[in-house]
RNA sequence: GUGGAAUUGGUGAAGUGGUUAACACGCCGGAUUGUGGCUCCGGUAUGCAAGAGUUCGAUCCUCUUAUUCCACCCCA
């Protein structure tokens, strides 16, 4: 037998049903926020990745999908949206338009990584990136949007964990300190965190093993080192963030893992799912210096992305997914080849009229007919027999109160459409 | 990439080195002469992830592989 390849999922039943809800909830707020939906190619250049993830991160380092095509082009399929759209902005000259360009994506990315639950290696993300503008304001909006969204979803105890890198002088500042700080100390830190100093030091503060203890939490914080400029920048995003009522805390151990992130960056957590890791639902940050890394003008960025398998994981707990019953509104009930034409018939025509109509198609007879209408929790039913269709009549059965009504055939999609 | 635990039907699962692999749900059929959802009766894995080995004999023991899950790594 053939099976699925590994860190993969079928997503079907009750899952697929909250899949298109979150798709819904997603598409809705976005526009409301007023962002237009971009889709990029699931592959791109490999060249892309490297250059934009950074290469400190585990995701460039080991966990792309690589390979060649029959023009022995180096392709990668995409491990987050950021990349592919910052290379559209530009590649687009987008950057041309006078206008903030606010994009959302909803699609699927491909990691090489171990699964576990929440974790797959084909998975599917929903985020933001808008382009062009360095106004906090935008920062505010996007962190709001994601809180917003997820709010929506009906997932409680949201909370937005904030912090700033500071523009790229106070970044750098910041780092120089913080080896600085940490080197004397190295034989306290664990093995991993030994290895993040000369990689990524930045991820030695939410290390699980050391960052309890107190040479991380004594070590310096970003915050102390943003510049005026910077420093009155990530003021303003938390005024805007009051003023719009998200919850947010101050986390200087937030830092990010990918490498083009500076001043903003956040994540946002479930608190009645803290759990594990996978209580972290989305994250994103500002990307100034990366559309310049990209070849293309100084110019600022800022996203979030949030795992839609994680989200799906959360919904399932709570009282929503159990209330998720397929249900349509009408099922046309015949044995007769005679009444299986106008089965037919008025199957189409209540369709064409917008009312969810299903039919037999499995030679039931009437018992398993009823059953699967009842699986599908029909409305109502339409029940044939020859007599009555020779006086142009069908028996139409109200499913919730029991009673039943003989119309004209004519009448019917009428008639249902008046009563749903 | 590292360490650990699992894998029995459509589903949830019990179980044993030796005739027919419990039980429940679901599904199918019948009682109900074409109007169901209750009840009752019957049918539902020549099969216990795949392959190899040990054995007179393995679903049960051993090994390999695959997948899933947990912790780490990383990240959404």
């Known amino acids: 037998m053939i099976t699925k390849p590994k860190g993969t999922m079928d997503l079907v039943g009750k899952d697929a049903l909250l899949y298109t809800y979150i798709s819904h909830v997603v598409s809705n707020m976005m526009t409301s926020y007023n962002y237009e939906l971009i889709r990029t190619p699931l592959f791109e250049n490999s060249e892309l990745f490297h250059r934009s993830v950074g290469k400190s991160s585990d995701i460039v380092r080991k966990e792309t999908y690589d390979f060649q095509d029959k023009g022995e082009r180096n392709l990668t399929l995409r491990p987050e949206g950021t990349a592919g759209i910052v290379r559209s902005f530009i590649e687009n000259k987008m950057y041309a338009s006078p206008d903030t360009k606010k994009f959302y994506y909803n699609g699927t990315m491909y990691r090489y990584e171990r699964p576990q639950t929440g974790r797959m290696r084909e998975f599917t993300q929903f985020g933001v990136e808008v382009l062009g503008s360095n106004d906090p304001i935008i920062d505010a909006e996007v962190i709001s949007l994601q809180y917003r969204i997820l709010e929506e979803l009906h997932i409680s105890d949201l909370q937005v964990n904030i912090n700033s890198l500071g523009d790229e002088e106070s970044r750098l500042k910041y780092r120089e300190a913080l080896v600085k700080y940490l080197e004397p100390h190295k034989d306290e830190l664990c093995p991993d965190c030994q290895e993040r100093l000369k990689i990524n030091p930045l991820r030695c503060l939410d290390c699980k093993i050391d960052g309890e203890k107190d040479v991380i939490k004594k070590a310096p914080k970003t915050i102390d080192y943003l510049n005026e400029d910077s420093k009155k920048r990530f003021n303003k995003v938390l005024e805007y963030l009051d003023l719009l009522e998200v919850d947010y805390e101050v986390n200087p151990s937030i830092v990010r893992g990918l490498d083009y992130y500076d001043h903003t960056v956040f994540e946002i957590v479930s608190l009645s799912n803290v759990s594990n890791e996978h209580s972290v639902l989305g994250a994103g940050g500002r990307y100034n210096k990366l559309i310049k890394e990209l070849d293309g003008p100084d110019s600022y960025g800022i996203g979030f992305a949030c795992g839609v398998e994680r989200i799906i994981e959360i919904l399932k ?104």
């Open 317 to 420: 707990t709570i009282d929503l997914y159990n209330n998720l019953e397929p249900q349509i509104d009408c099922f046309v009930m015949y044995v007769s080849e005679e009444e299986k034409l106008h089965a037919l018939t008025i199957t189409q025509n209540l369709r064409l009229n917008g009312v969810i109509c299903e039919t037999d198609s499995q030679n039931k007879g009437l018992k398993g007919q009823f059953k699967e209408a009842d699986r599908l929790n029909s409305k109502y039913l339409i029940i044939l027999n020859n007599e009555d269709l020779k006086k142009g009549l069908v028996n139409v059965k109200d499913n919730a109160t029991k009673e039943e009504e003989k119309i004209d055939i004519d009448e019917i999609v009428e008639y249902i459409i008046g009563n749903l």
